[in-house]
């Protein structure tokens, strides 16, 4: 008989010989999947909207489902910064919490580092872009790629 039965307080659905454990059976890998993939943490990309600090909730326009106010806030989050042209985004204290994947800069944008460290790593650091890295007394730690084309360093060697 085809349909739905209720079997022992659980439904049963039986049709062309198939239940729901030979469907599962059949599908493992599909639902192994669809959980695994259901599972993993989803980026949020910060896009600087003004010239401002980088931990000011005013400086970022955010795209994702972090908690996170500014990039790199919440440990485990792999962000993205995008600096866009004609902002500055200053550092004004330590962004070293693992949380930081992607810091981008183009065209005449720029990261004023002064003397505070920011970590870049995630699952894959990158730090890239056009724009300019001011680094003054501070250090910048990329795990991964680092292409930029304009780099201004400055105070104590």
Request: aromatic share 8%; proline share 1%; with cysteine.
């Amino acid at each position: 008989m085809q349909g739905i039965e209720t079997f022992g307080g659980f439904l049963r659905i039986v049709g062309k010989g198939l239940t729901v454990v030979d469907i599962v059976r059949k599908y493992q890998v599909f639902f192994f999947l669809f959980f695994v993939i259901g599972t993993v943490r989803s980026q949020t990309t910060f896009t600087a909207v003004l010239t401002g600090n980088w931990n000011s909730s005013l400086s970022w326009s955010k795209s994702g489902t972090s908690t996170s106010t500014f990039p790199g806030q919440n440990a485990g989050q792999d962000d993205l910064a995008i600096i866009p042209a004609g902002i500055t985004i200053t550092l004004t204290s330590n962004q070293i919490n693992n949380s930081l994947m992607s810091v981008t800069v183009n065209g005449t944008g720029v990261l004023a580092e002064g003397a505070n460290n920011l970590t870049i790593n995630g699952t894959t650091g990158n730090l890239a872009g056009t724009g300019k890295l001011t680094i003054s007394t501070g250090t910048i730690n990329v795990e991964g790629n680092a292409t930029l084309t304009t780099v201004t360093c400055s105070g104590a060697a």
